[in-house]
């Protein structure tokens, strides 16, 4: 079985200010400098980002942004550019995210010109997608899930997947203390790489990294990251505990 390099995003959220920002980052720099199997990404806010990636520079942390506009640049009041992006040498893009989806009404429409934008734009995405609980409790997970895997994924080419990393993330876990059990999570994770295999190809499906995300925390992490579908985490809450985000990454390396 072809082996994935775990990835772990910490998504800030609008959480931290500069001198708390600065300090997390310390820490998960750290972390991330004994932790040598696993990819760790951070996603601060916006104008905590340049000073952050002063103090992860020299780790093996990259940076990340939580959002983006899709357009190269003009009259976007409140937006911020790719290209502004790259200049605070931001390499990953979240794009889909629960919160840009239900609380900022962010279509799949939307979604999809923005991944094929960042795309384009030689980014990693971060592909957030997840069923409500009233869609879960419909039965209607897969029928969500899939759906958003294949609208995002709509202008990517079997090439550019290489950059594409899927997060899945069911809407009533996040930031609510419930996690998906491991071997819910784990059928979903397995449906989605099918989906890949047959969009794309047994290689693709191989080597996509498809991260689990909703209350993640040192002491679920373990169970969640033996699942031979789970590739690493995307974590909100515990990744605002320099001490939480350090034991997550060390249980994926
Ligand atoms: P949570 O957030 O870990 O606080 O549930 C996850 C996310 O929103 O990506």
Known sequence: MMQRRPIIGGNWKMNTNLETGMALASQVADAASTAKGCDVVIYPPFP???????????????????????????????????????????????????????????SDVLIAKKVDFAIRMDFQVVLCVGETLVQREAGNTLEIVLGQVQSGLESVKHDSMKNIVIAYEPVWAIGTGKTASAEDAQAVHSAIRQELASRYDDDVASSTRI?????????NAKELFACSDIDGALVGGAALSGESFAAIIEAAC
């Open 48 to 106: 905590a980002l340049q000073a952050i990636d002063s103090v992860i520079s020299s780790s093996p942390v990259t940076l990340g942004a939580q959002n983006f506009w899709p357009e190269d640049c003009g009259a976007f009041t409140g937006e911020v550019s790719c290209e502004m992006l790259t200049d605070l040498c931001v390499t990953s893009l979240l794009i889909g995210h629960s919160e840009r989806r239900h609380v900022l009404h962010e």
């Open 211 to 219: 991260q689990y995300g909703g209350s993640v925390k040192p002491d």
